[in-house]
C-alpha cells in the first residue's frame, strides 16, 4: 500500500529542539519529492517546503526559509522536519505530503500535532 | 505571490456550489484544489485545472482563466461539507489560498 506514516504527537517547551518523520512506503522513495504543509490551529494549509530525496535539491515557502530544515535518510525512505528553538508560534499539524511533477499533492500523511507550551 | 479565496460559501442540499480562487495572470498556471474534513487530512479533488483523481465523484468541476480559478459542487451532498483549498506552483514554491468552508444548509 502507497502510504506516508507519520511520527507521533509531540508536546515541546519553547526554544528546545524537535525534529518530526516521515516514512514512506509503497513506492520508490528516490523518484519523487516529498515535503510537509503546516496548519495552525483552525488556520488554512500553508507550504513549509519539499525536499527530493535523490539529490536533496530543497524548496522552501518563503515564510520558512530560515525556519526549519527539511532532510531525508535513503536508506529508511524516511523525510524530517526540524526545529532547532521552537517558539509557541510553531504549534501547528504539520502534514507529510508527496508532491506530484505537477507540484500537486497526491499522497498525504495524518500528521503530526506539535505543540510547544511553556 | 497570492491566492485569495472567500471565507464561506453556503449551499443547499442538492444544488450548486461554486468556490472562486483568484491569483495575478491564475489562468497561465495550473490550479489545483484539496478538500478538508474536519480531523482529516486534506485530499486532492482537482489538479491541472479541471482533472479529477481517481475515486473523486464527477459532481466536482474545476475550471481556471485569466485571474480566477473555480471549484464546481453540482448536486452537493451533505458528506461535501468541508473546507477547500486551491493551490498552484509559482517557479519557486508551492502556494494555498487560505481557504473556504462550504456549509451545506
Known amino acids: 500500500e502507497v502510504q506516508l506514516v507519520q511520527s507521533g504527537a509531540e508536546v515541546k517547551k519553547p526554544g528546545e529542539s524537535l525534529k518530526i518523520s516521515c516514512q514512506a512506503s509503497g513506492y520508490k522513495f528516490t523518484d519523487y519529492w516529498i515535503g510537509w504543509v503546516r496548519q495552525m490551529p483552525g488556520k488554512g494549509l500553508e507550504w513549509v517546503g519539499v525536499i527530493y530525496p535523490d539529490d536533496s535539491d530543497i524548496r522552501y515557502g518563503p515564510s520558512f526559509q530560515g525556519q526549519v530544515n527539511i532532510s531525508v535518510d535513503k536508506s529508511i525512505d524516511t523525510a524530517y522536519l526540524q526545529w532547532s528553538s521552537l517558539k509557541a508560534s510553531d504549534t501547528a499539524m504539520y502534514y507529510c505530503a508527496r508532491p506530484t511533477s505537477g507540484w500537486w499533492f497526491d499522497l498525504w500523511g495524518r500528521g503530526t500535532l506539535v505543540t510547544v507550551s511553556s | 505571490y497570492e491566492l485569495t479565496q472567500a471565507p464561506s460559501v453556503s449551499v443547499s442540499l442538492g444544488q450548486t456550489a461554486t468556490i472562486n480562487c483568484s491569483g495575478d495572470n491564475l489562468g497561465k498556471k495550473f490550479a489545483f484544489w484539496y478538500q478538508q474534513r474536519p480531523g482529516q487530512a486534506p485530499v486532492l479533488v482537482i489538479y491541472?485545472?479541471?482533472k479529477r483523481p481517481s475515486g473523486i465523484p464527477d459532481r466536482f468541476s474545476g475550471s481556471n482563466s485569466g485571474q480566477t480559478a473555480t471549484l464546481i459542487i453540482r448536486g452537493t451532498q451533505a458528506m461535501d461539507e468541508a473546507d477547500y483549498y486551491c493551490?498552484?506552483?509559482?517557479?519557486?514554491?508551492?502556494?494555498f489560498g487560505g481557504g473556504t468552508k462550504v456549509t451545506v444548509l
Open positions: 491541472q485545472n479541471a
Open positions: 493551490q498552484t506552483w509559482d517557479g519557486n514554491a508551492g502556494v
